[in-house]
Nanobody, 129 residues
Framework: QVQLVESGGGLVQPGGSLRLSCAAS??????????IGWFRQAPGKEREGVSC????????HYNDSVKGRFTISRDNAKNTMYLQMNSLKPEDTAIYYC????????????????????WGQGTQVTVSS
């Protein structure tokens, strides 16, 4: 059984930074074959995609609201993905979820949220003074 376990969330002041991690585990699981994505859901709002990265092309895509502030990355050898969040704003407050989709060869932007195979449990990020 594959599990994605997130860490790194918390309370931060506006302008601050956080780094989210998402470690994948499971017999035979190899993150390198999976597109990865970060999503978030704020209270009263629908889930939205934050960023994704393809498995084979390694190309990252970002929601316009986080471009230039967030950076997605992956360490396939460690089966771990990351989301570096800088210049955080109160509107970034949400529960953040990592996800993985078996989509080697496809651009991650072609993968719909429902097509992601595995999801983390979510980690709370609160940006407030």
């Amino acid at each position: 059984q594959v599990q994605l376990v997130e860490s790194g969330g918390g309370l931060v002041q506006p302008g601050g930074s956080l780094r989210l991690s998402c470690a994948a585990s499971g017999s035979g699981f190899t993150l390198g074959y999976y597109a990865i994505g970060w999503f978030r859901q704020a209270p009263g709002k629908e889930r939205e995609g934050v960023s994704c990265m393809g498995a084979s092309d390694g190309i990252a895509h970002y929601n316009d609201s986080v471009k230039g502030r967030f950076t997605i990355s992956r360490d396939n050898a460690k089966n771990t993905m990351y989301l570096q969040m800088n210049s955080l704003k109160p509107e970034d407050t949400a529960i953040y979820y990592c996800a993985a989709a078996f989509a080697y060869g496809a651009s991650c932007i072609s993968v719909a949220p429902y097509e992601y195979d595995y999801w983390g449990q979510g980690t709370q990020v609160t940006v407030s003074s």
